[in-house]
């Protein structure tokens, strides 16, 4: 894990450079979902997530060095993504058993349009939410630099738990050398995620070249179901994966490739890697690893089709493997990266999986700040971390890969770790629409030199 620490240290980018994260809207912000009472569904913005089976909430294994003030009643509101709800559930429901009298109403989006929309224009408007999940670096309209640039997080540099932040990406949670979140862990930017008992059954086995994985997926399809699933609806899908990719064919041979962009040094249109990555795309669909409706396929639909066992995979966040366990819990799913030309080739594409910030607007500081110290404990943080199919901050500290990561150790000892481009790029815009832009891919009305165009075109935007 020495690896990881060395090169997730490199993912701070340059926060002047971020947009504001006040989003211009002319229609309202959608309205979220009502917020999880234990017999109500998972809440999407678009569509409904799947539903989630019931967590044991997480048990202490040993009290706060001191015992705490008891807090005065309070109603929280906090908003997050949807693919967190399977973590974050079980530890509201044991934060307000702890503490009678709190409690926090959690309110989830679908990634993607729907949350960059909502979350940012709720703010904007003095509407947010009492606690709220960012994402770290810059390049998002929710990430921790837009938050904390537009003033929406408080700063929590002096709180207790600071120190037991992951180490490598705690800087991407700064804003103006203040801390603004508490993060939850890291986990690779995109993986593939395949169901092992349908594997041993039919003979399978992992590719471990790019040309395997084509093999892969023509065998898969002659058994009657569909190869991998891929969200083609949702931009972040389309571009986090694509850049999973390009992990493989730009980072495994230059490291210093963002850095040259930024430089103006090279370009995506002249990048042969960022080309292989996008030819990739097109011969995996052409070659029917995916669904024939994957380009308008909403995340829902790419969990379920993954649970029910109608694909075989799911390329996307291992994040993601909370939703698809919360419907097939005997599901035994394991993992591996895209594989790249050569299996030497081949990286992890890590990022930093997100965090919570606290409202400058909050009228409950004290609980809200209880509730992240309560995070802050290594076990509930574990267990947040488990149910949501991340790697904890305490984990990756420890060098720890628990569960289903367990299938990716050797690149982690192998020094075969890359970090995430998505979270570095420039302006708030170039994830979106390059995701949307790779989805004409699909449809027929991009080609790859539009797409590399495009990111070229998106990159320079301010």
Known sequence: MAAVCILLTASCGDDDDADSATTEA????????????????????????????????????????????PLEPADLTLVALSSYKPGLDPVIEAFEAENPGVTIEPSYYEAGDAYTTAVPTQFAGGNGSDIVFVLGGQASPYSSTAFGRAGYLMDLSDEPWVETMYAPTRTLYEYEGALVARDVGIAPLSIISYNKDYFAENSLTE??????????????????????????????????????????????????????????????????????????????????????????????????MFASGQSAMMFTSGILLGQVLAQTPDLNPGMFPAPGDTADSTRVTAQASGGLGIWTGTDHEEAAKRFLEYVSRSDVIAGLAGGNSIISSSDATEGNLPGVYGDLVDYFSDDKVVTDFTARWPNTSMNML??????????????????????DTYFEQT
């Open 434 to 455: 390059t995701g949307q832009s790779i989805q004409g891919i699909f449809t027929g009305q991009k080609s790859v030199d539009d797409v590399l165009n495009d990111m």
């Open 207 to 304: 590719p471990t070249t790019f040309a395997e994985l084509l093999t892969l997926c023509e065998t898969v399809a002659g058994l009657g179901i569909v190869p991998i699933a891929w969200g083609g609806a949702n931009p972040a899908v389309n571009s986090n994966n694509v850049a999973t990719l390009a992990g493989n064919t730009v980072q495994s041979e230059d490291g210093e490739w963002l850095a040259k962009r930024i430089a103006g040094e090279t370009t995506f249109a002249e990048t042969p890697g960022w080309r292989r990555a996008l030819e990739q795309l097109v011969e995996m669909n052409e070659g029917g690893c995916f669904s024939p409706g994957a380009s308008g396929a909403p995340l829902a639909d790419m969990v379920s």
């Open 26 to 69: 002319s229609e309202p912000a959608p309205e979220p979902t009502e917020a999880a009472p234990v017999e109500t569904d998972a809440t999407e913005a678009t569509e409904p997530a799947p539903e989630a089976t019931e967590a044991p909430a997480p048990t202490p294994t040993s009290a706060p060095e001191a015992e705490a003030e």
